[in-house]
Structures are given as structure tokens and as C-alpha cells.
């Protein structure tokens, strides 16, 4: 019992102890066209030692000269126990703010990039349903294709909307179709999710 407690916490410090060290080059590349693809696939690797699903996204620089880093699960509920771990145990950092999940977008027009998908909140409409207490929703998404690729920017822009966590936790069913204009009149802009979500906490 204890060696694998042991096994489970020494990836987390090696990470923190190595992104400490490197906070400022990290801070500085991470967005470079140059060196930002090596730097990512870096993070990642290290990552994937304490759990395969973890990744990570960064902020741009905010108002007090600092960049938040989100540490994420990807959406997969068995994971997210990692992520909590591994923001309570990071260290005070000079460059960095570090939050669990990716965060809400205070904002009604955001948009996302994933490989040849890009989606706005826009391009998503939807009806939601609660059955024995629990929220299902029917997305309605401009030119769907039924790719994963696609579902996965989808849900980018889901955690936009409203956060990975509450995604992961307060929806119980997702169906995916195709929007057509004329659906739109009877939809609800996917912005509006944020209100049905929080009134059922």
C-alpha cells in the first residue's frame, strides 16, 4: 500500500520539481511558433507519467504579469482525481497561476480550434431534457460531420461554456445532430446551458 502511494505521488513531484526549474522558459516558448509544438509535446510526456489522460492549456499574459496554467482530465471523470492532486500539491510559482480543469469563458462569443475544426458558440444550439433528475441535451451543431475530431472541439467549446468540470458532472447525455438554419427558432444559443447548469447545483 505504501509503494504505490508512493509510485502515485513521485511523477507528481519529478513534474512540479521539473516545472519550477523551467517556469520561465515555459512562460516564455509556450506560444512560440518556434519552439511552442516541442516545448507542448515536453508538458505532455510528463504529464502522461502520473496519468494518461492529463494535458494542460495555458492563458495568455493577464494583468499581473502572470499566465495560468489549467491542468485537465480531457473530460474523463476517472482522472479528475489526478488533477486535484496534482494542483494541491503544486508549488508558489513566479510566472504562473495553476487551476484545476479547464475554465469557464466569461464571454458570449468565443470560439475554438481543434486539427481542421473551428466552432464559435454560434455554430451550437440546443434542447435539454431532465429525466429522473438528470440533464440530458441534444446539440445541434453547424456543419457536424460525426467525427470524433469534431465531437472534441465540440466539447473544447462545451468547456467554454461551462467549464470542464461542471460538463463532466451535470450532464448526463449528450446527442449530437446536424443544424440546419431553420432549426434555429425553436434552439437555445448554447450560451443559455450556463443558466440551466446553475440553477441545478
Known sequence: MLLNLFNTLEPKESFWKWFSKNEDRIFRDIDSEDDGDLLYEEIISKLHRIDENLTFDTSPILSNNKKELYLSAD????????????????????????????QRVSEDNYT??????????????????????????????????????????????????L???DVATCIDAIDWYALKDADTDSLQPIV??????????
Open 75 to 102: 473530460g474523463v471523470g476517472d482522472s479528475f482525481h489526478f488533477v486535484k492532486e496534482l494542483v494541491e500539491e503544486a508549488p508558489t510559482l513566479n510566472k504562473w497561476d495553476v487551476k484545476a480543469f479547464r
Open 163 to 165: 467549464g470542464e468540470y
Open 112 to 161: 475554438v480550434s481543434f486539427d481542421d475544426y473551428t466552432l464559435s458558440y454560434s455554430d451550437v444550439f440546443f434542447n435539454s431534457i431532465i429525466e429522473n433528475d438528470e440533464l440530458g441535451i441534444q446539440l445541434y451543431i453547424r456543419n457536424y460531420d460525426d467525427t470524433i475530431e469534431m465531437e472534441h472541439a465540440v466539447y473544447l467549446l462545451l468547456d467554454g461554456v
Open 192 to 201: 443559455e446551458l450556463r443558466a440551466i447548469v446553475d440553477q441545478r447545483k
